[in-house]
């Protein structure tokens, strides 16, 4: 976290020109996305020795957890797919649903206007 900071910190200031700006904006939100990276392959490598260091039956028990928590990453993921799948067709009814009932306003609009002339 504090890299992150230094790093942040050490940006240069956006300059005024609009172009510049984005080219900076772009370059400091990458530079943002890369400092997790490295940290978390840090840790990938970390976690692989302090293991490799573990006794057989704590290596037997990681292992599981962490397969244990794959398995309901994957399960949660394949139900937020199957969440955003619904909404998107609720989305899509919504959206119709709005748009008969305007088509059935004009059209109610357009009859009191015709009762109103007779």
Partial sequence: MERQRA??????KAPEDSREQSHYMARAQEQRQNIPRQQQGNRS????VTTSKLPG????ERGGTLSRLRKELADAQGKLSAYETQLEVNSRGRRDLVKENM???KEVYGLRDELRRV
């Fill in 7 to 12: 790093q942040t910190h050490n940006m240069a």
């Fill in 103 to 105: 088509d059935l306003q």
């Fill in 57 to 60: 039956c704590q290596r037997k």
């Fill in 45 to 48: 490598k970390e976690q692989a």
